[in-house]
């Protein structure tokens, strides 16, 4: 028997939030990929992991570019359905035996490779985006006992001047005896 992972569901919202763009941005950059959202329960319209990830590519494309023109939008992805994508054939080989021996390989290594480590990624950009968006107060409790007390020792209560008179007093009173 095989276990199903779960299908994580990002919103709109969430989206929009993760990846600082507007409404209208996001319904262009679906077109543009050719993303068609699946539908919950409740008729609400979500993305999945990889096109969430196909989405933070173009995000990435955009900033660094400006533009989304140009964008390749992983053109050797196909969608075999909803949980899965496979390798379209942009390499032909002619014979499975042969390949080793195209250089074409280096290059489809370096591409998975690459799609391998954006995956591995993702959730760690997710955390530390949604760690930058958090405040104080959306923090458990025991994280914000752990801040007070920290600023607590880095600022004392008593005022510097107080602690240095006991401190000279504590010093002349040693001295004395």
Known sequence: MSETKAETRYYRSEIEELLSIKKDTYYKWLKHLGIKPKRDDNNKTYLDDSDLELLSDLKDYYDEKGTIEGFQSGSEIVKVDNQSSAIAHHLEFDEPENIEEDPRIEELLNEAAELKARSLMMSDLIKLNLADQMKEEDLPPHLRDRIARAREAANP????????????NRWRKNKSA
């Open 157 to 168: 209560t008593q005022a510097p001047a107080t602690i240095a008179s006991n401190l000279l």
